[in-house]
């Protein structure tokens, strides 16, 4: 058996071989098959994608795009390209591609729901929240299991100051999904909507519970500064900043944690300091939403 | 626990277990959890017609297994710690599941509780093919000469070749898999073959109709709400599982914030992580050139680092690559300054293990292991500068934890241990950053010519084996192309094994009757193909005296030796001088390939019915 298959490897290298190395291969592989057999949607999504992870957006769209000319039903080549398309800055594009692939007639409901839920992103970035809140609000209707979605609706609920709804929304997406990061997200916005009696006990229990503390000592901080408790809430940010500077890199911090350590110096008054941490974190890759803190603290006067 | 099973048709699902084989003593209704009926535009058989009742096209759908499969499921509740359980499906009364003692589950120890843990780590097998069955078995005869059996096994992706669709799921995974999956848990991350069909944001396709994890921290953890990344306890360890392939990676997104909290409350002595996209290789990926793997590096490690992971298990690269005890290497390209914190080999008997301190610390160091080898075709790169072992074997990973000591070993399919390494965590321990660490020997890739002697990096598969039955003959009647084509009675035609011949060249079934009678003996088979719009290449390796033609479908593909026409009116036959095998690449045949059923038929010629030698042994192969 052994014999065979070593005489197999060697008598296989005669013949022109495409040994898919990386994308780059997976590629070259997919266009030589595609050159013999013939393009099909399938094989063109599969190129694409792979021309995604190596950032050749142009190249992925045109794969994509044909795509759609040979499967035009297909959802998931709508929603690759009206990401790719909106990965590109081509946001306007990207949202003409969700409105054609809406159209499409589909048994799988969450297959409209990711195209929805894509759009609301796009509107996000725009800024036009309102239109983002539809589009989520349906886009939930049809599939209700992914945690991620309540998150992004809470996201825009909080643009657009609908603390009541984002509490309703959530509760609902805890109830459907029972993630942790809903619970979390939901102790944020009673924060956010200043129900700091309402929030405190969920924080003291998660303190209880936690083994790293940080976030929650600031969260218990931000609770006990709406009360008027300065001065309890200045040594839960002292000991919340003791323990980041234990577990930050020194030569690589991590963006939760910069993130973390920028909101103690925010609100601890110290400008300056919150401001370097927040655009580090922002160097370092952290979500869009830390340029809104950056602009916010820009904005406020020095204390 | 939950168990979980298809048949084709429905069934009336019961389970029926207890602590010993033969007292199955409490039982459990389960329920149809999922269906394929069609719809779609499939078509669908007579027989499943009755069973598009309205109840029924309501069930979740199996995202492609065959019409008429119902897929059924049971919880079983109330189970004892640590405690081991007999099994058995039952349609109705009647038993379906063998009686042999091998479907059995154990229930997890206590979270925290001190006892030694056993799991096996794969990643990148689901190819089908030898190399991956061999991994397995090295597994299984290695825990039973050790007498010490697996807790659970992980699966860090690609797992089902190559679009992870439900028949690949069925040859490539369960049925590859089969006596470990019914009696051992597999805890799997998605790889990048299974997101073709499976979506991470809406938990729809192939992967998740295969797959109950955790979502709401059933095994402990943090809630994840989705199936797509979870946590769970195992005694003193606790492991992470993340979907590195279609989530955002970003921190402040979904699923970082989730490991964020997760990290926060996990209080085991061991946190251990685990996906699909390597932070670090050289191997058939490289981490320094592709997106999906610098950003689980720069914004997925920061997160685990400062939580106190101590070791990252993760495959995609074609290839065993095991880091030294390294921390905060998230820049690209990857260099080794700085970023290490023991340089030795990890081996207790070599440089000594790893040392970090007691319980769960910030930044002390983690372990990368890349194990992307057990099936798929081996590949390298380069060199990553992290790496202490760059191994291009088959094989898995067997990691045990006893107390304050993990121990990895990797067993290559042939059973041997090609790597050890230990970490161990005792006392108060400082780290130090190496300004200038071990680095391994640079790697210079060999010319192109010599790359394909190990095979290429393509998955290979045998569609006619050598020994493969055919149907043959010499004697009757062939007239015409007929006998090529697909459909064809073949009346009186012979069955036997391959190769056909007489003489001192090497054959299974003996034709000598052949001899000075006829000089052309015809064969047929048939093989199967389940996506020929992936298949890049078909190829024959044929051994033979003298000459051939070969069909495909009723379509000539290929000759060798024969002058002019065809079957009797052959003209010029030419003595083969060469001996053994020769390969032929078929590439007119990709067009008359179609899906399921296809004949290779071929007509074999000697050049003289007095010679004393006659060979016809020929091999089907495909890429895709
Ligand atoms: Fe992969």
């Given at each position: 058996m052994r014999a065979a298959l070593v005489t197999l490897g060697v008598i296989l290298c005669a013949v022109p071989l495409f040994a898919h190395e990386g994308p780059e291969g997976e590629i070259e592989e997919l266009t030589e098959r595609m050159k013999r057999n013939g393009e099909t949607a399938s094989l063109l999504t599969e190129r694409a994608i792979e021309y995604r992870v190596i950032g050749k957006l142009p190249e992925a769209t045109k794969d994509l795009e044909l795509a759609l000319a040979f499967a035009p039903d297909s959802i998931g080549a709508h929603r690759e390209l009206a990401r790719v398309l909106f990965l590109g800055g081509k946001a306007n594009e990207a949202i003409a591609i969700i409105v054609r692939g809406l159209a499409v007639k589909t048994n799988e409901p969450s297959d409209l729901a990711s195209l929805r839920m894509l759009r609301a992103e796009i509107y996000r970035s725009q800024n036009e929240n309102k239109k983002a809140l539809e589009d989520c609000d349906a886009g939930l209707r049809l599939h209700k299991q992914n945690p991620e979605w309540y998150l992004l609706r809470s996201d825009i609920q909080k643009r657009l100051k609908a603390h009541k709804e984002r509490l309703a929304g959530l509760d609902e997406g805890i109830r459907e999904t029972g993630a942790g990061v809903l619970e979390i997200e939901r102790i944020e916005t009673q924060l956010d909507a200043g129900q700091w009696n309402a929030a405190l006990p969920l924080i003291e229990a998660e303190l209880r519970d936690s083994r790293i503390k940080s976030s929650w000592l600031i969260r218990r901080a931000r609770a006990l500064i709406g009360l008027g408790k300065k001065a309890e809430a200045e040594t839960d940010l002292k000991n919340a900043f003791e323990e980041i500077a234990k577990r930050l890199n020194p030569k690589n911090p991590d963006v939760p944690l910069l993130l973390d350590k920028a909101l103690v110096h925010e609100l601890l008054g110290e400008k300056k300091d919150a401001l370097r941490a927040y655009e580090e974190a922002r160097d370092k890759g952290a979500t869009d939403s830390v340029n809104d803190r950056i602009k916010a603290l820009l904005e406020t006067p020095e204390k | 626990m939950n168990i979980v099973w298809r048949t084709e048709g429905p069934m009336d699902p019961v389970v029926r277990y207890g602590k010993e084989q033969g007292t199955l003593d409490k039982e459990v209704r389960g329920a149809v959890v999922r269906a394929s009926l069609g719809g779609n535009g499939t078509p669908v058989l007579p027989k499943w017609e009755p069973l598009r009742t309205p109840a029924n096209l309501a069930l979740p759908k199996l995202h492609s297994a065959p019409v008429g499969t119902f897929q059924y499921e049971v919880k079983l509740k109330d189970l004892e710690t640590e405690t081991t359980y007999f099994y058995a499906v039952y349609n109705g009364g009647k038993r379906l599941t063998e009686d042999d003692g091998s479907f059995r589950f154990t229930t997890h120890p206590k979270s925290g509780s001190d006892r030694p843990v056993r799991f096996w780590v794969i990643g990148d097998g689901g190819t089908g093919r030898s190399e991956q069955a061999a991994v397995h078995d090295a597994m299984r005869k290695t825990v039973e000469s050790e007498k010490h059996p697996l807790d659970f096994w992980l699966h860090v992706g690609d797992m089902a070749y190559t679009t992870g669709r439900d028949n690949e799921f069925q040859s490539r995974f369960f049925e590859m898999y089969d006596s470990t999956l019914r009696n051992k848990v597999c805890w799997p991350a998605m790889g990048n073959h299974e997101g073709f069909n499976a979506n991470g944001k809406t938990g729809v396709g192939p992967y998740y109709d295969a797959y109950v994890t955790p979502t709401r921290a059933e095994a402990g953890g943090v809630a994840s709400g989705t199936e797509a990344y979870y946590s769970f306890d195992y005694a003193n360890v606790h492991f992470i599982c993340l979907?590195?392939?279609?989530?955002?990676?970003?921190?402040?997104d979904p699923m970082a914030s989730w490991l964020k909290a997760d990290l926060e409350k996990a209080k085991a002595d061991w946190l251990i992580a685990f996906w699909h996209h390597p932070p670090y290789t050289k191997g058939s990926h490289d981490s320094d050139k592709e997106t999906d793997l610098t950003e689980m590096r720069k914004l997925i490690m920061p997160i685990c680092e400062a939580g106190g992971v101590d070791v990252v298990l993760t495959g995609h690269s074609h290839i065993y690559e095991r880091s030294m005890l390294m921390d905060g290497a998230y820049g690209t390209p990857t260099f080794a300054d700085n970023v290490i914190l023991d340089d030795g080999d990890g081996d207790p008997d070599g440089d000594g293990a790893y040392r970090k301190s007691k319980g769960i610390h910030a930044h002390e160091g983690t372990v990368q292991v890349v194990t992307g080898n057990a099936g798929a075709t081996l590949g390298r790169n380069g060199t990553m500068p992290v790496m202490r072992r760059i191994i291009l074997e088959h094989g898995g990973v067997l990691v045990d934890v006893k107390g304050d000591t993990l121990t990895g070993r990797m067993i290559n399919r042939d059973g041997a241990e090609s790597d050890l390494f230990s970490v161990v965590k005792r006392g108060k321990v400082t780290p130090t950053r190496l300004t200038l660490p071990w680095v391994p020997a640079e790697y210079k890739k060999p010319d192109i010519a010599l790359k394909g002697v190990g095979g290429p990096s393509v998955d290979r598969k045998v569609l006619i084996a050598p020994g493969a039955e055919w149907q043959f003959t010499f004697d009757q009647p062939v007239r015409g192309k007929e006998w090529t084509q697909p459909v064809f009675p073949a009346e009186g035609w012979k069955r036997g094994p391959a190769g056909f011949g007489y003489g001192k060249l090497p054959f299974r079934t003996d034709v000598r009757e052949m001899r000075r009678k006829a000089t052309v003996l015809y064969a047929r088979s048939e093989f199967r193909i389940e996506q020929v719009d992936r298949v890049t290449e078909l190829g024959l390796e044929i051994d033979f005296s003298d000459a051939f033609i070969a069909y495909i479908n009723g379509n000539e593909v290929i000759r060798s030796g024969v002058g002019r026409s065809s079957g009797r009116n052959a003209q010029n036959i030419k003595v083969r001088e060469q001996k053994g095998p020769q390969f032929f690449a078929l590439p007119d045949a990709l067009k008359i390939l179609k899906d399921g059923v296809n004949v290779l038929s071929i007509e074999a010629h000697n050049s003289s019915a007095e010679k004393v030698d006659f060979l016809l042994s020929p091999t089907l192969l495909l890429e895709d």
């Amino acid at each position: 058996m052994r014999a065979a298959l070593v005489t197999l490897g060697v008598i296989l290298c005669a013949v022109p071989l495409f040994a898919h190395e990386g994308p780059e291969g997976e590629i070259e592989e997919l266009t030589e098959r595609m050159k013999r057999n013939g393009e099909t949607a399938s094989l063109l999504t599969e190129r694409a994608i792979e021309y995604r992870v190596i950032g050749k957006l142009p190249e992925a769209t045109k794969d994509l795009e044909l795509a759609l000319a040979f499967a035009p039903d297909s959802i998931g080549a709508h929603r690759e390209l009206a990401r790719v398309l909106f990965l590109g800055g081509k946001a306007n594009e990207a949202i003409a591609i969700i409105v054609r692939g809406l159209a499409v007639k589909t048994n799988e409901p969450s297959d409209l729901a990711s195209l929805r839920m894509l759009r609301a992103e796009i509107y996000r970035s725009q800024n036009e929240n309102k239109k983002a809140l539809e589009d989520c609000d349906a886009g939930l209707r049809l599939h209700k299991q992914n945690p991620e979605w309540y998150l992004l609706r809470s996201d825009i609920q909080k643009r657009l100051k609908a603390h009541k709804e984002r509490l309703a929304g959530l509760d609902e997406g805890i109830r459907e999904t029972g993630a942790g990061v809903l619970e979390i997200e939901r102790i944020e916005t009673q924060l956010d909507a200043g129900q700091w009696n309402a929030a405190l006990p969920l924080i003291e229990a998660e303190l209880r519970d936690s083994r790293i503390k940080s976030s929650w000592l600031i969260r218990r901080a931000r609770a006990l500064i709406g009360l008027g408790k300065k001065a309890e809430a200045e040594t839960d940010l002292k000991n919340a900043f003791e323990e980041i500077a234990k577990r930050l890199n020194p030569k690589n911090p991590d963006v939760p944690l910069l993130l973390d350590k920028a909101l103690v110096h925010e609100l601890l008054g110290e400008k300056k300091d919150a401001l370097r941490a927040y655009e580090e974190a922002r160097d370092k890759g952290a979500t869009d939403s830390v340029n809104d803190r950056i602009k916010a603290l820009l904005e406020t006067p020095e204390k | 626990m939950n168990i979980v099973w298809r048949t084709e048709g429905p069934m009336d699902p019961v389970v029926r277990y207890g602590k010993e084989q033969g007292t199955l003593d409490k039982e459990v209704r389960g329920a149809v959890v999922r269906a394929s009926l069609g719809g779609n535009g499939t078509p669908v058989l007579p027989k499943w017609e009755p069973l598009r009742t309205p109840a029924n096209l309501a069930l979740p759908k199996l995202h492609s297994a065959p019409v008429g499969t119902f897929q059924y499921e049971v919880k079983l509740k109330d189970l004892e710690t640590e405690t081991t359980y007999f099994y058995a499906v039952y349609n109705g009364g009647k038993r379906l599941t063998e009686d042999d003692g091998s479907f059995r589950f154990t229930t997890h120890p206590k979270s925290g509780s001190d006892r030694p843990v056993r799991f096996w780590v794969i990643g990148d097998g689901g190819t089908g093919r030898s190399e991956q069955a061999a991994v397995h078995d090295a597994m299984r005869k290695t825990v039973e000469s050790e007498k010490h059996p697996l807790d659970f096994w992980l699966h860090v992706g690609d797992m089902a070749y190559t679009t992870g669709r439900d028949n690949e799921f069925q040859s490539r995974f369960f049925e590859m898999y089969d006596s470990t999956l019914r009696n051992k848990v597999c805890w799997p991350a998605m790889g990048n073959h299974e997101g073709f069909n499976a979506n991470g944001k809406t938990g729809v396709g192939p992967y998740y109709d295969a797959y109950v994890t955790p979502t709401r921290a059933e095994a402990g953890g943090v809630a994840s709400g989705t199936e797509a990344y979870y946590s769970f306890d195992y005694a003193n360890v606790h492991f992470i599982c993340l979907d590195s392939h279609d989530l955002s990676r970003k921190p402040g997104d979904p699923m970082a914030s989730w490991l964020k909290a997760d990290l926060e409350k996990a209080k085991a002595d061991w946190l251990i992580a685990f996906w699909h996209h390597p932070p670090y290789t050289k191997g058939s990926h490289d981490s320094d050139k592709e997106t999906d793997l610098t950003e689980m590096r720069k914004l997925i490690m920061p997160i685990c680092e400062a939580g106190g992971v101590d070791v990252v298990l993760t495959g995609h690269s074609h290839i065993y690559e095991r880091s030294m005890l390294m921390d905060g290497a998230y820049g690209t390209p990857t260099f080794a300054d700085n970023v290490i914190l023991d340089d030795g080999d990890g081996d207790p008997d070599g440089d000594g293990a790893y040392r970090k301190s007691k319980g769960i610390h910030a930044h002390e160091g983690t372990v990368q292991v890349v194990t992307g080898n057990a099936g798929a075709t081996l590949g390298r790169n380069g060199t990553m500068p992290v790496m202490r072992r760059i191994i291009l074997e088959h094989g898995g990973v067997l990691v045990d934890v006893k107390g304050d000591t993990l121990t990895g070993r990797m067993i290559n399919r042939d059973g041997a241990e090609s790597d050890l390494f230990s970490v161990v965590k005792r006392g108060k321990v400082t780290p130090t950053r190496l300004t200038l660490p071990w680095v391994p020997a640079e790697y210079k890739k060999p010319d192109i010519a010599l790359k394909g002697v190990g095979g290429p990096s393509v998955d290979r598969k045998v569609l006619i084996a050598p020994g493969a039955e055919w149907q043959f003959t010499f004697d009757q009647p062939v007239r015409g192309k007929e006998w090529t084509q697909p459909v064809f009675p073949a009346e009186g035609w012979k069955r036997g094994p391959a190769g056909f011949g007489y003489g001192k060249l090497p054959f299974r079934t003996d034709v000598r009757e052949m001899r000075r009678k006829a000089t052309v003996l015809y064969a047929r088979s048939e093989f199967r193909i389940e996506q020929v719009d992936r298949v890049t290449e078909l190829g024959l390796e044929i051994d033979f005296s003298d000459a051939f033609i070969a069909y495909i479908n009723g379509n000539e593909v290929i000759r060798s030796g024969v002058g002019r026409s065809s079957g009797r009116n052959a003209q010029n036959i030419k003595v083969r001088e060469q001996k053994g095998p020769q390969f032929f690449a078929l590439p007119d045949a990709l067009k008359i390939l179609k899906d399921g059923v296809n004949v290779l038929s071929i007509e074999a010629h000697n050049s003289s019915a007095e010679k004393v030698d006659f060979l016809l042994s020929p091999t089907l192969l495909l890429e895709d």
